[in-house]
């Protein structure tokens, strides 16, 4: 089910046209939770995720604790943002978390962002390259609230992640 792949917008002028996106998806996102159109007992969660990092990034790693995804996940082309798809049943909806990184030298950083939309809980976290262990993750998530920010402060990577309705969106710079 993973290979339709997600809405791709190109940023034209990044700085103007991203502030521009995140809030029309913030409108948007309360929204679609106010109504909560929930189809056969599931719910959907759009995930807009933005890369304003200096690279092309690979993807290392998608995992779910509940729920699948509806689109495949592609390496990120810099300026550019994806609109990833996930769907859950009711009542535990969407949990799931992602890793990017620009490389598999020492010298790589990775970017992981994980998302509960049951729980309306985002968490983020930048540093070296190697495995992500989702278990730690899911610990932090679970504590964690409706937005993060992270800077790596050896690599100097940054990512924010926050959960707005059913939109779960996220940057890597």
């Not at 509940?66 to 949990?95: A, I």
């Not at 968490?123 to 409706?146: I, R």
Request: one cysteine or more; glycine letters at 8%.
């Amino acid at each position: 089910m993973a290979g339709i792949e997600p809405n791709v917008v190109n940023l034209q002028d990044p700085a103007a046209h991203y502030e521009k996106l995140v809030t029309e998806l913030e409108v948007k996102g309360q929204a679609e939770a106010n109504n909560a159109q929930l189809l056969a007992g599931d719910v959907e969660l759009t995930s807009p995720t933005t890369n304003f990092t200096d690279s092309k990034l690979t993807k290392l790693d998608v995992h779910f604790w509940s729920g699948y995804t509806l689109t495949s996940f592609p390496d990120m082309n810099r300026f550019t943002t994806y609109y990833f798809r996930e769907k859950g049943p009711l009542p535990q909806g969407v949990k799931w978390g992602y890793c990017y990184a620009s490389g598999t030298d020492s010298t790589a950083r990775k970017w992981v962002a994980a998302f509960d939309s049951a729980a309306g809980k985002a968490y983020c976290e930048a540093g070296p390259t190697g495995p992500v262990d989702w278990n730690v993750v899911e610990v932090k998530l679970n504590a964690s609230g409706s937005s993060c920010e992270y800077v790596d402060p050896i690599l100097g990577g940054r990512i924010t992640a926050k959960i707005t309705g059913l939109q779960a969106i996220s940057t890597l710079y």
